[in-house]
Each structure stands twice: as C-alpha cells, then as structure tokens.
C-alpha cells in the first residue's frame, strides 16, 4: 500500500516557487502557504517597497524563505526579465504560479483603449505566456510523471460570465468588459499550456476565485458597502478567505494532484452556480 499520510501527499517542503503579483492579496496568501510549509519562494511584481514588506513579512513565519524580484509584467521585456533573473539565481523550479493581474472598470460607451484593453490584456493573458514560456526549461528539469512540475494560473469566475456591464465591483454605471474577457482567455490559454507541456511532465491549472479581498477588489468593496454587504444572499455568507486560497494552491502543488492537469477550479463558495456571482461581479 502507498503511503495516503497528509503530510506526504501535501508535501511542498524543499521545493522552489515562483509567484508573479506575491507583494500583495491572493499572491501573498499562496507565497505564504508555500514559504510555512518549507518551500523557497521568489515573490515578483513591479513595486519594490510593496515586495521588500511582504518578503520581510513571509520570512518571519518560516521554515520556507521568500525573495524578491522586481518586474513589470506588462511588456514581453519585463516578462525575459524576470525570467532572467530567476535562472540567474536558480537551475531548477518547482512551481509558477501566474498572478500578476489588473483589473479596469469604465463606461460601456467610453471604455479606454490603452489601459482598459492593451494594458490589461498584456498583463493579465500576455505575461502568463511568456513567464511560462520563458520557466518551462526549469520546470521541465529533472520532472517525471509522479513528480512533475506545476504551473498554477490565477483566473477568476468572471471569465465565465457573461454579465460585464452594471458590476458592482466596478462602480455604478461601469463594466468589466477587458477583465471578463482576460479571465477567459486564461481559462483556454491554461488548457493549451496543459496540453503543450504535458509531454515535459508540466501541470497546468487554473484556479478561479470568487470575491477575495485584496488591494485590486478594494475600491470595489468600498463602493459596494463593504465585505459584508457584498456577501449578503451568497450562498455561504461570506467572500473567499487566505485559508481558502492557500488550500487549494497547496494541493495543486503537492504530490496529491501529480495527476491533475488542465482544470479549472472554481473557488467560490457556490456563487457561480447560484447565480450570485451576475449580482456581485
């Protein structure tokens, strides 16, 4: 019999980790559930300050360690940049997890061109191909098909709903047309990647949350009344948690989901399939 012991089958201790957007909201929860439970994690974003707090921050909670790179993940520049980084300091990753997003809410009828869509886009969908890209080599680097390496997409629910316009997230009268868009492209950039790098023994999924509270999602918490406002009528009465993202990004980078590759897991408590996510996104 093998052995089904939790600490082996969630096992992260050893292993490196690379988290695009670590300085801050879901990136920070999935660095620090890494770096707790042994991992060695470089955090990357493009705000210094924001990086050297929250690296100082996950250092305190050990054994794992987290480091910073600073990147701007917006041009295909900044992308080859961090990359060249991370091989400057490694010759072997364990895990990527893509979470470097932005999100825009404006008018329907005057929604900007170069911040609203090419910015965004880039960000959002462009730096997941090239990061990944520009990593396989490492990920692929001694990987076999039980100990494999794990590319781990942040998506969202949004990228399966069609109800853009009128988000309260976004404030009254504007939409989220580039973010829903760029979500779903994740969603189908994340089964290619999974079906490009499966021969390398490369896990790719995406993780696709409902509300988290975060420095992106706060205007829109504090436009719509707050947390609590916002989790009225969901299903479980409440918006996603650290603990709830930690989980799952756990398990997807553990020995448990060695044989799991192009899903798409929606963390969100059931709003999606009630309905609730049309109100509150």
């Known amino acids: 019999m093998s052995d089904f012991a939790i600490p082996n089958l969630f096992d992260v201790k050893g292993k490196i980790a690379v988290v695009t957007g670590g300085g801050s909201g879901i990136g920070t929860m999935i660095a620090a559930a890494y770096v707790q439970n042994g991992a060695k994690v470089y955090i990357a974003s493009r705000k210094e300050k924001q990086l050297k707090n929250a690296s100082e921050l996950l250092n305190k909670i050990r054994p794992g360690s987290c480091e910073y ?16 980084a991370v091989k400057a300091k490694e010759s072997k990753i364990h895990i990527l997890v893509n979470n ?37 080599p490492l990920l692929a680097k001694d990987s076999t098909n039980h100990e494999p390496g794990r590319v781990i997409n942040i998506s969202s629910i949004a990228g399966f ?11 009254n009268g504007n939409g989220l ?8 492209a994740v969603n189908h950039l994340t089964s290619q990647l999974a079906v490009t790098l499966g021969p390398q023994f490369i896990t790719v999924n995406a993780i696709c949350p409902g ?19 916002l989790a009225e009528g969901h299903p479980w009465g409440r ?38 996510s049309k109100a509150r996104l």
Not at 69 to 84: F, M, P, T
Not at 111 to 130: A, M, Q, T
Not at 161 to 171: E, M, N, T, V, Y
Not at 177 to 184: G, L, R, V
């Open 69 to 84: 790179l600073v990147a701007d993940l917006s041009s295909r520049a900044g992308c080859d940049s961090l990359v060249k």
């Open 100 to 136: 470097s997003g932005m999100s825009w809410g404006a008018p329907f009828d005057d929604f900007p061109e170069k911040d609203g869509w090419d910015r965004l886009l880039s960000l959002n969908v462009k730096s997941i191909f090239y990061v990944t890209a520009g990593l396989a």
């Open 161 to 171: 709903s069609p109800h853009a316009g009128g988000s309260r997230l976004a404030g």
């Open 177 to 184: 047309w580039s973010y829903n868009t760029s979500k779903a």
């Open 211 to 229: 509300l988290f509270p975060s420095k992106m999602t706060a205007f829109g918490i504090n436009n719509a009344g707050g947390v609590d406002k």
């Open 239 to 276: 918006v996603g948690e650290p603990a709830d993202m930690a989980g799952v990004a756990l398990f997807l980078a553990s020995p448990a989901a060695a044989y799991v590759t192009g899903a798409h897991l929606i963390l969100d408590g059931g709003g999606l399939i009630s309905g609730e």
